[in-house]
């Protein structure tokens, strides 16, 4: 990137009311067939604008073809069976009804990569796009075929490994791996999930990143940061290896959390997307408090390797506030900016 802290967004923005209820995770779509594919289309445009006209440096579809950031993907593969569920608890969290892993897993044709062609058609600005990652994708199912975490993760990250591939080919600039199941299981992130990771990103050559995050502004999150304590010292569990991983860049959530800032230092070297906006509140930040976590940030991360973004995607929130958020994050970035250039 040639400017300073260009900015982005962790992932998904709200859909239009006339395309899946609004403020919902796992929405129907209120359209069908090509008036689906059209309504996906018109949304990714909206969803655009926004993003350009709030002055986000690196934009995204927002995931508005997605049903969810999880299981949108695992639709699209075989050895799947959707229609065989099992509940199982979600990075130890909540309970959910999930698919079941068959058979072998793999990909029969490419999964976003239409969609994103046709991002990149609307804009010259970088774009980034995201994906699963391994980890957060085998602790979405019932595994009953490799009855192994490991061995189906490592499926999956050659399969993740093709989508990327023809995602990059496409023109995408960033290619972002959401793992929030790093946050919970440490010793499999630190025995074989960075390394499933770096398999899949595996001969890229446009930028990575991965996303770990405390997740969505949901109750059974919110619930469980209350368990936390006063301190979040997860990232302190992984940071060691990831700073020595092949991953490019690193997405925290910082804002509002109680993240010690300090824990940044130990992925010195990376670039850091900083999470300076709070997806868990219809409050919108000032731009004067995004600037202030923006420059806390500084003091663990150069000024050439900050990225300013958001906490976690912002699907549950109501547009006019996911905008407004938008704007803070531009304005913000752009104070700091001011103050540098001025040093
Ligand atoms: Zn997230």
């Not at 006339?18 to 129907?28: G, N």
């Not at 991953?247 to 130990?266: A, F, K, T």
């Not at 006019?320 to 540098?340: D, P, Q, T, Y």
């Amino acid at each position: 990137m040639k400017i300073l802290l260009p900015t982005s967004t962790a992932g998904s923005l709200p859909k239009p009311s006339w395309l899946a209820q609004p403020e919902t995770l796992w929405s129907p779509w209120k359209l069908q067939d090509e008036e689906l594919i059209d309504g996906k289309q018109d949304a990714l445009r909206l969803c655009l604008q926004d993003q350009l006209q709030a002055g986000i440096d690196i934009v995204s579809d927002g995931e508005q073809t997605r049903q969810h950031f999880v299981t949108t993907f695992i639709e699209h593969l075989s050895g799947v069976d959707f229609e065989k569920r099992e509940t199982v608890r979600i990075r130890n969290r909540y309970d959910a009804s999930v698919p079941t892993v068959v058979g072998a897993v793999s990909r029969q044709k490419p999964v976003f990569v239409e969609d994103a062609k046709f991002l990149r058609q609307q804009t010259k600005q970088p774009i980034k796009w995201a994906l699963p990652g391994p980890m957060t994708m085998i602790d979405t199912l019932y595994d009953s075929h490799y009855k192994s975490r490991e061995k189906l993760a490592w499926e999956f990250a050659k399969i993740l490994n093709q989508e990327a591939k023809e995602l990059e080919a496409a023109g995408v600039d960033i290619i972002q791996f959401d793992e929030p199941a790093f946050n919970v299981f440490f010793d499999e992130v630190n025995d074989w999930g960075i390394a499933a990771l770096e398999r899949a990103v595996e001969g890229l050559k446009c930028e990575t990143a991965v996303h770990i995050c405390y997740g969505y502004g949901i109750k059974a999150n919110t619930d469980w940061k209350k368990t936390l304590g006063t301190e979040w010292r997860q990232y302190e569990e992984i940071f060691p290896k990831l700073q020595k991983s092949s991953i490019d860049i690193i997405s925290l959530e910082c804002q509002n959390s109680r993240v010690p800032m300090d824990l940044i230092e130990l992925i010195r070297g990376k670039k850091v997307m900083v999470g300076a906006i709070d997806v868990a509140t219809h409050n919108i930040e000032t731009p004067e408090e995004v600037a202030d976590t923006l420059r806390k940030a500084l003091q663990f991360v150069d000024a050439d390797k900050l990225y300013p973004s958001t906490n976690c995607g912002m699907t549950p929130l109501p547009r006019r506030v996911a905008r407004g958020k938008l704007n803070a994050l531009s304005l913000g970035a752009h104070i700091v900016r001011k103050e540098l250039s001025n040093k």
